[in-house]
DNA sequence: TCGTATATTTGATATTTATCAATCGAATCC
DNA sequence: GGATTCGATTGATAAATATCAAATATACGA
């Protein structure tokens, strides 16, 4: 682990306020690897040997089905991922992929599950880290039944200005493909929906969008403000 | 509360580990109550102030935006629901409307957020249902992006005919029209979906679902051995 | 820097799903 | 029992989205 790491790992959410003699057993039992970017970590089905903690790069989780497809979430660094499948001690249900280069915490499955039990802030930590994920996957499966295509975007997009502090000017993250499936489209249909925005508010050149009319675009987007999470 | 239904409600997986002081407590706090059919119990966006059990009865959970609104789940006997909202101490995030009458025990949300603090049964099992309600959305997600209207009908036949212990004869619950709403379709396709399903081993008059073929359903819906909860 | 592979965009068309309109059918109310 | 109401079905059409096929752009390696 590089030097600063470890407390920046300590911060997260799921660890901060743990008791720091569990939080050694934890780090002790826990190793970080590095992975080349396209690689396969897991696959739906196997069975839950680590918590997983991606430190740096990009990780998608996606599922499949008779051939078909779809990216469910893309994991940014310092987040958990996996942690429902850990805690029930059940398959995963979701694959996941490098999408860059990635640094990667792997933390023995059966440590969290015997530490959740001692350690009552680290058991409380567990509830509301699944208590938002059960939350954002509630809000991707209503986004995905009232809006449209287009409407989708729009709100992909006003959600990622809000995690980066209202900035009008970002880059988006990962290819467009994955953009695409992630928003439940074709990539065809989301380069026509970043035309279409272009009279709604935004203007996406490459990766770089920039905002130059919110208020046109939360009106034509329709976002729900109670629940965009973060 | 009638005879037998306190040691039926104790024995709820979310209860039932729970030592017996504090259930005591749970359940001198509670107060069972009876709405009528078609009553919405509370708007998404209101602060969660109680856990809801339904004793009996049928309850929907759905969601609005911009005049659009979709199913999202049905609540049957025995379950809890929004428990989310009520560890998170944050707003509804869906509406609930009783489909039948229906009785429902009512938690106060400060007292279930005080108990998990103090016995770690609950808070096990809190933990065992946030990721079951997780797991529950990521497989509707998954389901609506990766399968067309009418493998979405074949699947549900066959997740409630498993449900029902892999009955071949059950009755649908609820109308259809908020059926559709489930799937994720207007209750008109959801009628041409049923009518396509008699040449795939199932045939449905009324509510009543007869599958006459399963190997035939099965290999025209593709489920998910591994995810299909339950 | 050029050439090649790959992602993205654009256009034409096909498929899926929704909408609108009408009819059918089952439950309910006098 | 018969009228009425509302949900379910059926048919015709429209809208949204996907697919297929180029054409362009972008990134990457020789």
Redesign the interface.
């Known amino acids: 682990m590089r030097p600063g790491e470890r407390p920046e790992i300590s911060r997260l959410p799921l660890f901060a306020e743990m008791r720091e003699e569990e939080r050694d057993r934890l780090f002790a039992a826990s190793f970080l690897q590095v992975f080349p970017p396209e690689l396969t970590l897991f696959e739906?089905?196997q069975q839950a040997d680590f918590l997983h903690v991606l430190v740096d790069g990009l990780v998608e989780l996606k599922?499949?089905?008779?051939g078909?497809?779809?990216s469910?979430t893309l994991v940014e660094p310092l987040h958990s991922f996996i942690?429902?499948?850990v805690?029930?001690d059940?398959?995963y249900?979701?694959t996941a992929r490098t999408l860059s280069a990635s640094r990667i915490l792997l933390v023995p499955a059966e440590l969290v599950r015997g530490l959740?039990?001692q350690d009552?802030a680290l058991?409380?930590a567990?509830?509301?880290e699944?208590?938002?994920?059960?939350?954002e996957?509630?809000?991707?499966?209503?986004d995905?039944?009232?809006?449209q295509s287009t409407e989708r975007i729009g709100n992909h997009l006003l959600l990622q200005s809000r995690r980066r502090g209202g900035a009008d000017n970002f880059q988006l993250k990962g290819e467009k493909k994955m953009l695409a499936s992630l928003l439940?489209m074709t990539p065809e249909n989301l380069s026509r929906g970043f035309g279409a925005l272009a009279a709604e508010g935004v203007i996406i050149s490459g990766s770089q969008v920039s905002i130059t009319d919110r208020a046109r675009l939360e009106a034509f987007s329709?976002p729900?403000p109670?629940?965009d999470p973060l």
């Open positions: 739906a089905g599922a499949a089905n008779h078909r497809e779809t469910l942690l429902a499948a805690v029930t059940m398959p249900l979701m959740i039990r009552k058991m409380m567990v509830i509301r699944l208590a938002n994920g059960y939350r996957f509630v809000r991707a499966l209503t995905l039944k009232l809006r439940g329709h729900d109670f629940y």
